[in-house]
C-alpha cells in the first residue's frame, strides 16, 4: 500500500470553515492537515506538491446513502467499483445501504461488509444496520453503524418494516439512529392494482406518489416525536414533506434530498424512460422548487446520491419488471457546482450540505472541513471549465447515467483520501484504501 507522508497543495481556493476562501496552501502529514495559511514554507520538504492554481480545495464529499451491491449483487457493482466511481466524483466516504444479499441485518454480516471494505475500498466506508420485524437485539448493539435503516416501504422481503406495530418497538428502545425510507406500502399496494397492466414508466410516479411519501414521513415523525428518538429521513422527495417538515422538525431530526430529486422530475421518463425509475419515484417541477427553497432554507439539511445501480439490460426488461434506481456518485458533486456556477446557491453552501453537515448529522469525527486536525479528505475542483457527462467515462459497473449529456462545471481533478492522491487528473491510485468510518453521539 502506497504511504505519503506529507502533501502540500499550493495556490488553492481553499474553502474555510467560515464559508469564506482563502487563496493559500494546505499542508496534510500522514492522514491529517495540519497547515493551513496562505503562503506555507515548510522547513522540511514535502514528498509531493500539488500546484493547484485555478482550482477549488473543498472537504471530500461524504454521500450518506448508497448501495454498493456487494455481497450477492456484483454484477450490478462492487466496492472496487464503486469506490473508484466515487474518487472520481469527489466523494471521499460513503454510508452503505443493507439491501445487498445476505441482507446487512446482523453483526456477522456488517463485519463481513467492513472486511470486504477493508480489502477493496479506495474510500472510507460505514454500513447501516437493516431493521427488519425481528432483529431488534442486533439493531441495539450492531457496532460500528451509522444507524439503523428502515424501509417502511419499497423493499420486499424481511427488510420491510412497515406497520406502526412492527415499527414502534424499534423507535422505543436504543438511541442510535433511525433513517427511514419513507414510503407507505400499503398504499403502494392499493395503487399497484388500480395501475395494473400499463407499462408507461411514468406511471410509475403516479403509482407512488405525494401521498405514499407523505403518509409514511408523518408515521415516522410521529413515533420520533413520541420517543424523542434521532431520525433522518432519507431522499426527501416531495415538495409536501417538506413543507410539512419546515412546520414540525424537532431538533432531532435531519432529513436528504438526492441531486435527481432536486434535477429531475416527471418529464425525464419521456427522454430516458425507465432509466429515471427510482423509489421514492421522481415527482413533479414544483416538487422540486419546493425541495430546493427548503434545502436552502435549512429545512432539508444534506444531500445523498441513493446511489443504486441497475445494469442496462435490467432497466430494459420493461416496466413494471424494471428495478427502481440511479448511480449517482460520480455526478452528484458536478452537478450542485454547476448549479452554484449557474446561481441557485453558493460553493459553500454545496459544500457544507454534501460534506460538513453530514459529518455533524452522523458525528462522524474529524471529517467535513479543511483546518488543521481534520483528517485530508479532500477534493480539489475546477469551476471554471464545463464538461458533459459521457457514458463511455462513468466508472460505474453499470456504465449509465440518468444525466448522460448534461454540460457540468466543477468536475473534479484531485480527489485525496487519508493523505493519499487517489485520483489525480483521470488516472486511479488503486491502491489507496480507505478505512472504517466511527460515529459518535447517539448509539
Ligand atoms: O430506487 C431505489 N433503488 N430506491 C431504493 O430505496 C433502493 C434502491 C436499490 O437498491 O436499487
Redesign the pocket.
Known amino acids: 500500500m502506497p504511504s505519503i507522508s506529507s502533501l502540500l497543495i499550493r495556490r488553492a481556493h481553499i474553502l474555510l470553515p467560515s464559508g469564506e476562501f482563502l487563496v493559500g496552501d494546505v499542508q496534510t502529514q500522514g492522514r491529517e492537515i495540519i497547515q493551513v495559511a496562505p503562503n506555507i514554507s515548510s522547513s522540511e520538504a514535502p514528498e509531493k506538491i500539488i500546484d493547484a492554481e485555478g482550482l477549488t480545495l473543498l472537504p471530500g464529499v461524504i454521500d450518506p446513502q448508497v448501495?454498493f451491491r456487494e455481497p450477492g449483487l456484483e454484477h450490478k457493482e462492487d466496492l472496487f467499483t464503486a469506490s473508484r466511481a466515487c474518487v472520481k466524483g469527489g466523494v471521499t466516504s460513503f454510508l452503505e445501504?443493507p439491501?445487498t444479499k445476505p441482507l446487512t441485518t446482523t453483526q456477522a454480516a456488517l463485519d463481513d461488509k467492513l472486511q470486504r471494505a477493508g480489502q477493496k475500498c479506495l474510500v472510507n466506508f460505514g454500513f447501516f444496520i437493516g431493521a427488519t420485524a425481528e432483529n431488534l437485539p442486533d439493531l441495539l448493539t450492531a457496532n460500528p453503524t451509522p444507524g439503523i435503516k428502515i424501509f417502511m416501504g419499497?423493499?420486499h422481503g424481511p427488510l420491510l418494516v412497515d406497520t406502526e406495530e412492527k415499527l414502534e418497538p424499534i423507535f422505543a428502545r436504543g438511541k442510535r439512529l433511525i433513517a427511514v425510507?419513507a414510503e407507505n406500502q400499503a398504499r403502494i399496494d392499493e395503487r399497484k392494482k388500480e395501475f395494473a397492466g400499463i407499462s408507461e414508466p411514468a406511471i410509475h410516479s403516479q403509482i407512488q406518489d405525494n401521498e405514499t411519501a407523505l403518509l409514511a414521513t408523518k408515521m415516522a415523525l410521529k413515533l420520533s416525536k413520541k420517543y424523542e428518538r434521532r431520525l433522518h429521513i432519507l431522499h426527501t422527495s416531495t415538495g409536501d414533506e417538506a413543507e410539512l417538515l419546515r412546520q414540525d422538525k424537532p431538533s432531532w431530526v435531519t432529513a436528504e434530498v438526492t441531486p435527481q430529486h432536486l434535477l429531475l422530475n416527471t418529464s425525464a421518463y419521456e427522454k430516458i424512460g425507465t432509466l429515471a425509475q427510482?423509489?421514492p419515484p421522481l415527482k413533479s417541477a414544483g416538487d422540486n422548487d419546493i425541495l430546493w427553497q427548503a434545502l436552502l432554507d435549512g429545512v432539508i439539511d444534506f444531500i445523498a446520491t441513493?446511489h443504486?445501480p441497475?445494469t442496462l439490460a435490467e432497466k430494459g426488461k420493461g416496466y413494471p419488471n424494471t428495478?427502481?434506481?440511479m448511480p449517482g456518485v460520480e455526478t452528484s458533486l458536478p452537478l450542485m457546482l454547476t448549479q452554484a456556477i449557474q446561481g441557485r446557491c453558493s460553493v459553500a453552501q454545496v459544500s457544507n450540505w454534501m460534506s460538513t453537515a453530514v459529518a455533524k448529522g452522523y458525528g462522524i469525527p474529524k471529517k467535513g472541513a479543511i483546518a488543521p486536525g481534520f483528517d485530508a479528505d479532500l477534493v480539489l475542483v475546477d469551476l471554471n471549465n464545463y464538461r458533459p457527462v459521457l457514458r463511455e467515462e462513468l466508472m460505474t459497473k453499470c456504465g449509465w447515467s440518468p444525466f448522460e449529456g448534461w454540460s457540468l462545471t466543477g468536475w473534479p481533478v484531485v480527489t485525496i483520501v487519508g493523505g493519499e492522491v487517489t485520483f489525480n487528473r483521470g488516472e486511479f491510485n488503486s491502491e489507496v484504501r480507505g478505512r472504517a468510518l466511527t460515529f459518535n453521539g447517539a448509539s
Request: a negative charge; zero cysteines.
Open positions: 448501495h445501504m439491501n419499497s423493499m425510507h427510482m423509489n441513493d443504486a441497475h428495478p427502481s434506481g
